[in-house]
């Protein structure tokens, strides 16, 4: 499946896909300047319970991001899609906070 970035607006196959405020689509021509492409730092998660790590990672994982288990409470989370670090984070900790809501009592935070 594309991601929601990769479709051109006005034709996303779901009306409750959002996309960050910064996001600015844009056309290259042959005679553009090249844009230097940062790649975002790797975040680093923890969360309480090792019994639902595997489902959290599988939730990102179903975003489009990249996502590699550390250890059985921890695991490091690359969006993939994100323009820079700082918008990485924001999307990443909503992410983490939504998902949290349907798991009550598990924490989940990224770590400092």
């Known amino acids: 499946m594309p991601h929601p970035r990769d ?3 006005g ?3 779901s009306p409750h896909v959002l996309l960050s ?5 844009f056309t290259l021509s042959p005679t ?3 844009i230097k492409v940062r790649p ?3 975040m680093e998660i923890h969360v309480n319970n090792p019994a639902v790590v595997d489902d959290l990672m599988a939730a990102f994982r179903a975003g489009d991001c990249l996502a590699h288990r550390l250890g059985s409470h921890a695991f490091v989370v690359i969006h993939r899609h ?3 670090d700082q918008e990485a984070r924001v999307e990443v900790e909503f992410f983490l906070r939504a998902w949290q809501q349907r798991r ?3 924490e989940a935070n990224v770590v400092e």
């Open 104 to 106: 009550g009592g598990v």
């Open 32 to 34: 553009s300047e090249k």
């Open 40 to 42: 975002v730092s790797a």
């Open 21 to 25: 405020p910064s996001f600015r689509p």
């Open 82 to 84: 994100a323009l820079d």
């Open 11 to 13: 034709e996303r196959s």
């Open 7 to 9: 479709e051109p607006r």
